[in-house]
Structures are given as structure tokens and as C-alpha cells.
């Protein structure tokens, strides 16, 4: 149960993608990892830990022998999907403070209805300093219209228009009172700083629900952003915990933010971020260009990213055979049109890892009528030409503002991760 309570723990220190990279590094740093600066010209790497952040992208490893032949990397993201603010959110209309807000990513908008709501993130201020912004409190909520104005509403479904209807209440307008002044005086207070000194902000809407343990005798996980943020508790514990294994194999854990809009930016997996941490370690240890390909093309990352666990409810919408259920383990997850980096030969791998963890193995593929989803884990392998498995625990609510999984699949995860880490050896 260690593990299971340790997550919620860190579900519940990150609140908003940029600190959830604080809660990774905080962890590293007390486990004796060392920053490292991306605008260095050159790093000296003894062996120990070491790790880059830039926004709320987080990579990390550890360095065991004189050279570098391969990797064993671990991919995951830091990123959720929620709401978050426009660069101008605060006005009044009806008598009421409201925030205007982007959705990100694949929001099921309906859970972020009637809930409290507080607001994370960081903002800049004209020092030229980055600060982090927490407001843990009951600061805003969606009100859903009520049943007696929406009559067809449990027969025809909720309909929702996310630039109207999923606008946060925030308070009680006041005659006089600018709103976007008093915003301004909110989150200048909760970074302590001046109003007048704040340039730009990145903030999300989060859940004030604190994540527990539920069920009859505590076998399920009630949390916000399980997904993805299981998978880099799970492959934080996997890089710290793992004992030294083949010295010239550099375990790695990369926790990308954007995977939830695809990647594309300057810290996602689909940048050059990842490809230039690697090239560098292996040039700090008098490796060359040639040196660094022969070590990717001799690597395997696991595309960590959580599963669908088959639903009680719906047990219709999971292929036969192929109904990953709650509590049975990690998930290898395929696709043969390469929506998941999973091949033939990464999966046996995989089941190899599996067998000598004594982790039991579940297969998820789409059924052939629903389109699959996505990771990180084709496009590692198309940028970097890595060898890839995508895998994941299975989970109900996915993308909720509140899911689900269970107790007994993280440690397991955390196991089969470690393995990985600790005994790859090409």
C-alpha cells in the first residue's frame, strides 16, 4: 500500500502540469540528483544522478559506468486534461465575476460541472523571475444549469458549448471594481508580489477533492490526473529504486508535458528536447555523434501512459479477448496502425520484462470500430528511431476531472518499470 499512498501524495502536490515537474525534482533533489543547465556548453558528468527540467517537462538518469552503449527509458507526461485560463480571463457579466478559460486537451467537460475548484500554476513578473501561484482553496465552480431549465436534459444528454457554458463562477461582481484588477490583486498576493509587476501567467483550474483510497477495503484509487500522472509517480519510484545493473546502461526517465494536444512544442516528446539530452550525455562521456546513434538504435523505452480498464457499464466498447479489468495488471497495448509504438518484438520484450518481475500481464487493443487514441511512444520512435512498447494500468473515467484506478496495479507498475531500469541489456 506504500506506493498507492505515496502517489495520491504526489497526485495532490501537482495540481497543474508545472508543478507537477516541481513534485518530480523536489524528489530527485532529496535523493541526491543534480540539475543540470541546458545552456551550459559542456556537462561534466560523474557517475550519479542527474536531471534537466524546462517547463514542466522533467528528464532524469543516472550514470553508472564509463561509457554509454544504450539507454532503458521510461516515457511519460505531465500534462492532463482541464481547464485553464486565457491571457485575459476576468469579467463580469449577470452581476457575476466569471473567468474565461481554455480547454486542454480531451476534457470530458461534464466533470468539471458543480465541483470546487482552485487555481495552480506560475506566473512572471517584470524581474524576470518565475513563480509558482497555489490557491487551494474554494475559489471557483461551473454551475450547472438546474434540471427545471433544461427538462430533456437526462433524455437527450447534456449538451455543452465550452466557450459559454463552462465559464467559472468566481465571486460577486462589484459596481467599480475592475475584475481583471482584482485577479491581478488575487495572484499577486498568492506569489507575493506587486499587481502592477505581473507580466504573464500559465494557470489551470484543478479539483479540491483530495485523492484517497476507495472501495470496501481500499482497492481502488479516486484521484484527478491519474492520467498521466500514475505512470510518472510509477516511473520516479522505478528510477530511484532500481539497483545498479549493466554499467554501461543509462536508465532514463523522460516526463514530457503536451502529450495531451499532441506533443508538438518545444518541451513535448515531438521536439528535439529529449534527442539533445540524450546526445549530450553520451558526449560527456567521450562519445561521438556515430557513438550516440549506435545507443539509440541499441535502446528501449516503455511509453508509459495509463490504459483503459474494461467498464462494467460498457463492457461492449473493449474488443473480446482484450478487456484489460481493474486490479490484473499492467497493460501492453497494441495498435498495428501505429497509434501505439508496441511491435512485435518490443511486446515479447516486454512480456520477458514482465515474467521476471512476476508482474502479470493484461493486452489492450481498440475494437476495430472505435478509432485508438495515442502516446508518446510512436513519436519517440519516429523521431529518435527507438525501439518502443507502449503500456499503461488500466483506469475507468479517463480524461474526468476525477478517475479511477486500482490499489493493487501501481506497485506492480512501479515493479515492472524497475526491471526495465535495472536489467535492460539490449
Known sequence: MHAAHDLLRFIDDSPAPRLAA???????????????????????????????????????????????????????????????????????TEGVLQLGVEVYGGVLWNSWL?????????????????????????????????????????????KLNPQTHLAPVWGLASPGVDPAERLQSLLADACGARPEDLLAWDLSLYDLTPSSLGGVDGELIFAPRLDNLAS?????????????????????????????????????ADGTLFATVLERIVSARGGDRGAFHAAIAGSLMLSADMAHG??????????????????????????HNQRYGTSV???????????????????????????????????????LGMAVVDLGDPMWSMHSARECAATADHPRYVALLRQHLATHAG
Open 232 to 268: 510518472c509517480h510509477a516511473g520516479l519510484l522505478a528510477l530511484l529504486e532500481a539497483e545498479v545493473g549493466v554499467d554501461d546502461t543509462v536508465p532514463v526517465l523522460a516526463c514530457f508535458d503536451h502529450e495531451e494536444i499532441g506533443s508538438a512544442s518545444v518541451d513535448g
Open 114 to 158: 458543480d465541483r470546487d475548484l482552485g487555481l495552480a500554476g506560475v506566473v512572471h513578473t517584470v524581474d524576470g523571475a518565475e513563480r509558482t501561484v497555489r490557491i487551494h482553496r474554494p475559489l471557483a465552480r461551473v454551475p450547472q444549469l438546474a434540471v427545471h431549465l433544461d427538462r430533456k436534459v437526462n433524455d437527450e444528454g447534456l
Open 345 to 383: 518484438a518490443t511486446a515479447a520484450r516486454l512480456r520477458a520484462l514482465a515474467r521476471a518481475a512476476d508482474v502479470p500481464l493484461q493486452d489492450f487493443v481498440t475494437r476495430t470500430d472505435i478509432a485508438c487514441g495515442s502516446t508518446i511512444g510512436p513519436i519517440t520512435a519516429s523521431r
Open 310 to 335: 474494461v467498464h462494467p457499464n460498457y463492457p461492449d466498447r473493449h474488443e473480446p479477448r482484450h478487456k484489460p479489468v481493474m486490479g490484473g495488471g499492467p497493460v501492453l497495448k497494441s495498435n
Open 22 to 92: 516541481e513534485a518530480l525534482t523536489d524528489r530527485l533533489r532529496a535523493r541526491g540528483f543534480t540539475p543540470l543547465s541546458l545552456t551550459d556548453d559542456a556537462w561534466s558528468l560523474p557517475e550519479g544522478g542527474y536531471f534537466v527540467q524546462r517547463g514542466a517537462t522533467v528528464i532524469a538518469f543516472r550514470l553508472r559506468g564509463p561509457r554509454v552503449r544504450r539507454f532503458a527509458a521510461v516515457g511519460a507526461h505531465t500534462d492532463s486534461p482541464h481547464l485553464r485560463l486565457k491571457p485575459r480571463p476576468a469579467y463580469a
